[in-house]
């Protein structure tokens, strides 16, 4: 029975023996000094915050216990290899921040191993970031600026801009101003939505504005100045025209008489904006202009210059004062043309007939008076002038004359020349009067 007994014992022996061979070199060892790290270093008031503490060496299980300066804050237990111990609490106000410390032991010594400190700070956390414009309209191929602020956090701040999905830029600030970032917008990029994000050492609390869109407008073009007519009068009126082709309605068209506001139409169409005006004076024909903008207001655009001319209008009492005068004179006229054989005609035909008989009978009595010789030779004269004939009438008055001297006898004649134009056919009333005086002797006459 002795050897049947000896041979489990040596079994047993080698058993035990092999066991103590595979167990680590530091199974029965003390812990060493272990190490504690925040998730963050910063901790927000009304956030909870969680602190690891880890030992590398030491036999299982492993006691460990977090501090506060000096007093014990958590326990825990680790039974397990390679795994942190992690401690979690909330922080509520200024006396949960401060120095931490965590310590390790296991039940092979009765000494605890003291991590190094951890100074844990409290941090506010970023408000709700505001992304905004200096304008919401803008036009394609334009340079806008995006701006985003966070009024509270702790600084430093992060702003990220973001267009859609797409990450833009990120720009840290160390003051309260926002973050701005200039932006060219294209065709595509023109109607995303935009948002920000702000963020600071409390990483997992960081917050994202709402999403900022633009309004894309066209801006107007250039536009034309016009009128119905180009040359007017003083006291005349006229229609000046305003239209712009292109631009996002409606368009506000502003009339100007060189600097001095006129008028302010609106369109919300195509269709130019009018307006009529007076011109009372000269000063009316002033140089005129018009200005059209839309909701892009920083980008108005004027028209070319348009004038006026003054045309040459007589006055009407000038020419009153040309036509009077010509119609006076045409209205005489015509009063003489009628009074000439109304009056003036039947008058000289009837002294030509009371003178034509008187001449004859004078006539008649000086051929019985004159000599023959002097009669053949007038009828001679007459005979060969037959184709050319000129009657005389002679007219014999006597009047009475007062002499400065008695002794002087004085015969005197009034002598009436009449002469007919009987070539073109009409009579002449001119009369031609010569006195025929004989004296004899010198005489004086009053």
Partial sequence: MAPALIIPLLLMKLLSVQTT??????????????ELWPESPFAAAGQNVTLHCFTAGGALPVTYELFKMDTRQRTVDVRETNTTAKFTFLIENMTDVGEYKCTAQNNFTTLKKY??????????PVSKPKLY?????????WNTTLCCLSDKGSLPINYSFFAGNIFLSVITRNNRHPATLTYNLNSSSAYWNYKCKAENMLSKLQKYSDFFSFTVAEMVSKPKLYSNTSSTAVGGEVTLSCVANSGSLPINYSFFRGETFLSLVTRNDRLPATLTINLNSTSDLWIYVCKAENMLSDRQQYSESFNFTIEEVNDPSSTWMIICPVIVIAVLLLIFILAFPLLIL??????????????????????????????????AEGNAQQGEVEYTTIFITHGKKEMEQDDSEVQYSEVLIRTNNQVTGRDDCATEYSEIQTRNGNQRFQ
């Fill in 133 to 141: 414009s200096d304008t919401s309209l803008t036009a394609i191929g």
């Fill in 21 to 34: 061979r595979e167990q680590p070199s530091d199974a029965g060892a003390a812990v060493s000094q272990p």
């Fill in 115 to 124: 991590s190094n400190g951890l100074n844990l700070t409290l941090a506010e």
């Fill in 346 to 379: 039947p008058r000289c035909k009837a002294r030509k007939k009371n003178t034509f008989t008187e001449g004859n009978a004078i006539t008649a009595k000086k051929r019985n008076v004159l000599p023959e010789s002097h009669g053949s030779n007038n009828d």
